[in-house]
Nanobody, 119 residues
Framework: QVRLVESGGGLVQAGSSLRLSCAASGRTFNVMGWFRQAPGKEREFVATITRNNYTLYADSVKGRFTLSRDNAKNTVFLQMNSLKPEDTAVYYC???????????????WGQGTQVTVSS
């Protein structure tokens, strides 16, 4: 059974940092990434990474967020710095075989973790 389990969300003040983790079990994936969904909005791409550490970032998070992975632990980490109130959303881990920013091309999803940034 394939599972993606996120952790690390929380409530922080603007300018603070958080580190999200996503641990995959059941199989390994070429690509693992993060999307987020704010209330009343579409789920949007945040960042993604391949097994050989090639990364893509949304323009809104470039320079503030860093995505990394530990292949031995089948886990990815999203380091989020200089958080802004507009980063508030439920963050979802996703996994699949293709390097893409399109959410529909990811095969597996986690349950989501809430990130709230107060001003």
């Amino acid at each position: 059974q394939v599972r993606l389990v996120e952790s690390g969300g929380g409530l922080v003040q603007a300018g603070s940092s958080l580190r999200l983790s996503c641990a995959a079990s059941g199989r390994t994936f070429n690509v693992m990434g993060w999307f987020r969904q704010a209330p009343g909005k579409e789920r949007e791409f945040v960042a993604t990474i391949t097994r050989n550490n090639y990364t893509l970032y949304a323009d809104s998070v470039k320079g503030r967020f860093t995505l990394s992975r530990d292949n031995a632990k089948n886990t990815v980490f999203l380091q989020m710095n200089s958080l802004k109130p507009e980063d508030t959303a439920v963050y979802y881990c996703a996994a699949g075989g293709r390097l893409t920013t399109w959410k529909n091309l990811y095969d597996y999803w986690g349950q989501g973790t809430q990130v709230t940034v107060s001003s």
